[in-house]
């Protein structure tokens, strides 16, 4: 059974930063692309940002240069760091693997 577990995810002024985590299980996760995306109340679940199994990265225009998307095939695991935080980039934000698999989901509230 593939499991994406999520975790990092909370309340943060504008500014700040943090770092999500997504662990997966169950699953050859080196052979996967990995990706994060968000979102917000009454809209559509948007890419944040991608890595591929060669660890090349792509962003939404929107977070290029403040977030950046990493990978540890060891760990099973892939990170975002979110710097610079805003109050537009509150939503809840998912981890996808293989553009197939979710987790479930790890909320993020960037307010003062």
């Known amino acids: 059974q593939v499991q994406l577990v999520e975790s990092g995810g909370g309340l943060v002024q504008p500014g700040g930063s943090l770092r999500l985590s997504c662990t997966a299980s169950g699953i050859i996760f080196s052979i996967n692309n990995m990706g994060w995306y968000r979102q917000a109340p009454g809209a559509e679940r948007d890419l944040v940002a991608l890595i591929t199994t060669d660890a090349r990265t792509n962003y939404a225009n929107s977070v290029k240069g403040r977030f950046t998307i990493s990978r540890d095939n060891a760990k099973n695991t892939v990170y975002l760091q979110m710097n610079s935080l805003k109050p537009e980039d509150t939503a809840v934000y998912y981890c996808?693997?293989?553009?197939?698999?979710w987790g479930q989901g790890t909320q993020v509230t960037v307010s003062s």
């Open positions: 996808n693997m293989g553009n197939y698999y």
